[in-house]
C-alpha cells in the first residue's frame, strides 16, 4: 500500500512537471508568433504531433492498427490541403494493457511535441491513464473506449467519438430477446474493465431472460468447462463480453460442443480475426454489435473504430487549423465542436461523451464478418 | 460455491472431466520436456515453452503450404494426411529449437561449470529471445525482402497477433458414455498422449540410451567414468523433449487451432505446474501430474466459476507440496529400476 501511494505521488509530480513543461511551450510559440510577426495567420501548432495510445500488437492489435490506419488517412489528407502546417503522428504501443499504458503515458505527456492523443484505445487503459492526461492538460479523444465510468471521473480532457457500454448493452439485450427471440441467454465475460462493464449491462437489460454466467480469463484456451455450463444451462443464446480472440475460441468450443443457439459479441469482437479464430464454419450467423455505422463507400481507411479514428483526428486538425495554441485551447474547441464526421454526427456533452449514439448489429455470413450491410438495432 | 453444477448431473461430470483429461494429456506431454532436463542437469529450462510455441507454429505453417489460406472445415480423417505432415514438421522445428538452446544457452555454462542460476537466467533469457524472434519475423523476412513472398506465414504488420491455421478440424462424435458423447479429436489427443508417453517412459527403462540417461541423472561423474558420454545424454534429452513438445503442439493446434508469439507462456507455466505435482524428474509424474492438474482446474471452474480455475490449480499444488514435497511420485529419473 506504502508504496503505491509513494509511486502514484512521484507520477503526480511528474504529471505536474509536465504540465508546466508543457504550458511553457505553449506559452514559448506565442511569443515567436508575435516576436517574428513573419508567420502571419498561419497556426500556432504547426509541426507538431498527435500521439495515439493504444494496442498495435497483443490480443487485439488489429483493432488499434485499425485506428492508426483512420488516424494516418486524416493526417495525409491534412498534408495535402496544407502543406504549410503538416501535422504528425507519434504511436504509442500499449498492447491493449492498463499496466503498460500509464508509462507510456508520462512519456506522451513529457514530449513537448505532442499537442493532443487520439486514444486511448481500450477502457482499461483508459481508466489508468485519465488522471495523467488530466493533470497535464493534454486534451484526447478516444475511438473505441466505451466503459460507461470513464467519463463519470471528472477528467474534463477526456472525449469520446463513440457510445458507451450502457447503450450497446441495452441495444444487445434488446437484440437478443426480441429480434432473435432468446428465452434464456447465458453471459460470458473475460474480467476487463470493458468487458465486464458490457456484459454486466446485458445481464441487467436481460433481466428474467439472464440463465447464468461465467467469467474466464484474457489468453484462455481451455472453453471446454464454459461449454459445458451453457449446455447444461439450456441457453439458447449466447452474450460474450470480451475481443476477439477468446470470442473465436469460445465460438469454436461452443459449436464443436452441439450448442446451436446464436453467439454474440459487441464492438471488441468485431474484426475479421474472430472469423478466422473461430473457423468459417462456427462463426457462421455470429451476430457481433458496434456503437459504429459502416465506413462509407470508397473510404480508405477500412476496419472497426477506422472512421472513429479518422473523425478524432480531424478535430484535433480542425482546433490546430483554426489556430488553438495549446492545450486548453483544444480542448475548448473540442468541447464545442459540432459537426459530421464519417462516423455519423460529432458533438460532445458537458461529460466528454459523444451526444448522438447508434448501435448496429453485424453479422458473419458466408464465412465472411460482413462490414458493409450492418442493421441499426435501435 | 455450486457443487451441483459439477456433481448434480453426471453427464456434465462427465464432460468437465474429459474436457479436463484432453487439456491435461497435453500439459503432460509439454510436462516431460520440463521434466527430463530437470532429471538429467537439475536445471529447470524455462526456454520449454518457447520450443512448444515453434511447433504450434509449425503446425499452421504446414497447413498453409499444403492447403492454401483459404478457410476450411474439414473431418479429422480428411485433415489426416496433412495432420500426420504437420506432426512430423513440429516435433522436427521442436526438437531442432530445443537443440539449439542446448547448445547455445546450456552447454557454455555447463562446460565452464555455472552455478544453477547462471543457466536457469540464460533460460529465460532464451525464453524471451526465442518468443520476441517470432513476433518479429516479419521483420526479419523484410530484411531479406522476402515479407511480399511469405506475407502468408510472417503476416507483415500482423505478426504479434493471433495466427491460425486456415483448416478448422472438425470433431465427430464417436461413442456416447451415458449422455456425453466422445469426440474422435478428443479421444485421438488422449490415446496419442498416452502412447508417447508409454514409449519414451520403454524407452529410458529399457534401452541403452535409456540407461545413459538414468545413470547420468543419478550421477553425472560416475556414468562418464563408466563411459557414458554426458554431453551426448543432454543432447538426448533435450531432443526427445523437444519431439515431446512437437507432438503436444500438433495436438494443441487439432484442438485450438489459434497460436500467437506468446501462446506458449501459459502453457508452459501450466505443464511445469503438472512436472512438478507429479515429481519433477519423473516421467510417470509428469502423465500424473498433467491429467490431474487439467482436471481440477476444469472442475474447479465448474464448482467456482471458470476465473476460479487457475487458483484451484494452484492451491491444490500447494497442497500436495505441503504433504508431499517431492511431488506425487517423488523425484526419481535416476532412481527408476531397470
Known amino acids: ?378 | 460455491m455450486d457443487l451441483g453444477a459439477l456433481f448434480g448431473n453426471f453427464d456434465n461430470f462427465l464432460s468437465f472431466t474429459m474436457g479436463g483429461l484432453v487439456f491435461g494429456a497435453i500439459y503432460a506431454l509439454i510436462a516431460l520436456g520440463y521434466t527430463m532436463v530437470y532429471g538429467v542437469l537439475q536445471l529447470i529450462n524455462f526456454a520449454h515453452s518457447e520450443v512448444f510455441m515453434f511447433g504450434t507454429f509449425a503446425v499452421a505453417w504446414v497447413f498453409v503450404l499444403l492447403h492454401g489460406t483459404e478457410s476450411a472445415t474439414w473431418s479429422l480423417g480428411k485433415a489426416l494426411p496433412i495432420l500426420l505432415v504437420a506432426l512430423v514438421a513440429a516435433m522436427l522445428v521442436s526438437a531442432a529449437i530445443a537443440l539449439l538452446l542446448e547448445r547455445f544457452a546450456y552447454r557454455p555454462l555447463i562446460k565452464k561449470n555455472a552455478p544453477k542460476l547462471i543457466a536457469l537466467i540464460s533460460a529465460i533469457g532464451a525464453s524471451f529471445a526465442l518468443s520476441e524472434a517470432m513476433g518479429l519475423r516479419d521483420r526479419f523476412a523484410g530484411w531479406f525482402g522476402l515479407d511480399d513472398n511469405l506475407a502468408d506465414y510472417v503476416s507483415p504488420d500482423k505478426a504479434r497477433d493471433v495466427y491460425s491455421n486456415p483448416v478448422t478440424i472438425q470433431p465427430t462424435n464417436l461413442f456416447k458414455i451415458g449422455g456425453y458423447s466422445v469426440s474422435d479429436v478428443d479421444l485421438v489427443i488422449i490415446v496419442a498422449a498416452l502412447v508417447m508417453m508409454i514409449a519414451l517412459d520403454q524407452i529410458v527403462r529399457r534401452t541403452r540410451f535409456g540407461r545413459g540417461i538414468r545413470a547420468t541423472a543419478q550421477d553425472p561423474e560416475a556414468a562418464a567414468l563408466m563411459g557414458v558420454n554426458s554431453t551426448r545424454v543432454v543432447q538426448g534429452t533435450f531432443l526427445i523433449g523437444g519431439l515431446m513438445a512437437g507432438a503436444a503442439a500438433t495436438l494443441y493446434m487439432m484442438k485450438i487451432g489459434s497460436t500467437r508469439q506468446d501462446a506458449g507462456f501459459i502453457l508452459g507455466v501450466k505443464a511445469f505446474t503438472a512436472a512438478v505435482m507429479g515429481g519433477i524428474g519423473n516421467l510417470r509424474g509428469a502423465l500424473l501430474g498433467g491429467l490431474l492438474l487439467g482436471v481440477m482446474e476444469n472442475w474447479g471452474a465448474a464448482v467456482f466459476g471458470s476465473e476460479w480455475r487457475d487458483v484451484v490449480a494452484f492451491v491444490l499444488l500447494v497442497l500436495i507440496l505441503l504433504v508431499r514435497p517431492s511431488g506425487l511420485l517423488g523425484e526419481s529419473l535416476g532412481k527408476a529400476r531397470a
Not at chain 1, 6 to 28: P, Q, V, W, Y
Not at chain 1, 213 to 218: F, L, M, R
Open chain 1, 1 to 378: 500500500m506504502i508504496r503505491s501511494t509513494k509511486s502514484l505521488r512521484s507520477f503526480a509530480a511528474i504529471a505536474s512537471i509536465a504540465a508546466l513543461t508543457l504550458s511553457a511551450c505553449g506559452s514559448s510559440d506565442d511569443d515567436n508568433k508575435t516576436d517574428g510577426g513573419t508567420t502571419g495567420a498561419a497556426a500556432a501548432l504547426c509541426g507538431k504531433n498527435i500521439a495515439f495510445l493504444g494496442a498495435l500488437t497483443g490480443d487485439a492489435g488489429a483493432l488499434g492498427q485499425n485506428m492508426v490506419n483512420g488516424i494516418k488517412l486524416a493526417l495525409k489528407e491534412n498534408d495535402a490541403k496544407n502543406p504549410d502546417c503538416k501535422i504528425g503522428l507519434k504511436p504509442f504501443d500499449s498492447q491493449g494493457s492498463p499496466d503498460v499504458a500509464p508509462g507510456l503515458a508520462t512519456q506522451i505527456i513529457n514530449d513537448d511535441t505532442i499537442v493532443g492523443l487520439v486514444g486511448p484505445g481500450f477502457s482499461g487503459e483508459s481508466l489508468a491513464t485519465g488522471k495523467t492526461f488530466y493533470d497535464a492538460g493534454l486534451p484526447s479523444i478516444s475511438p473505441s473506449a466505451t466503459n460507461v465510468t470513464i467519463t463519470q471521473q471528472g477528467w474534463t480532457t477526456w472525449h469520446r467519438v463513440i457510445g458507451n457500454d450502457d447503450a450497446q448493452g441495452k441495444a444487445d439485450a434488446k437484440y437478443l430477446t426480441e429480434t432473435v427471440g432468446a428465452k434464456k441467454v447465458f453471459v460470458v465475460d473475460d474480467g476487463q474493465d470493458y468487458s465486464k462493464g458490457l456484459a454486466g449491462t446485458v445481464k441487467t437489460a436481460l433481466g428474467d431472460a439472464l440463465v447464468d454466467s461465467d467469467q474466464i480469463a484474457v489468453k484462455q484456451t481451455d472453453m471446454s468447462a464454459v461449454v459445458t455450463k451453457v449446455k447444461a444451462s439450456g441457453a439458447d443464446a449466447i452474450f460474450y463480453g470480451g475481443y476477439y480472440t477468446e470470442a473465436g475460441l469460445l465460438a469454436k468450443a461452443l459449436r464443436q460442443g452441439g450448442f446451436t443457439g446464436t453467439f454474440m459479441s459487441g464492438d471488441g469482437s468485431e474484426d475479421a480475426q474472430f472469423v478466422k479464430i473461430a473457423g468459417a464454419q462456427a462463426a457462421e450467423g455470429a451476430v457481433l454489435s458496434a456503437p459504429a455505422g459502416p465506413a462509407p463507400s470508397g473510404f480508405e481507411a477500412t476496419g472497426l473504430y477506422a472512421t472513429q479514428a479518422y473523425d478524432a483526428t480531424n478535430i484535433f486538425l480542425a482546433a490546430i487549423n483554426g489556430g488553438a495554441a495549446d492545450g486548453k485551447a483544444i480542448n475548448d474547441f473540442i468541447g464545442s465542436y459540432v459537426g459530421d464526421g464519417v462516423s455519423g454526427p460529432v458533438a460532445f456533452d458537458d461529460k466528454g461523451d459523444i451526444k448522438e449514439t447508434k448501435i448496429y448489429a453485424y453479422f458473419v455470413k458466408g464465412g465472411k464478418l460482413d462490414v458493409e450491410n450492418p442493421s441499426p438495432i435501435e
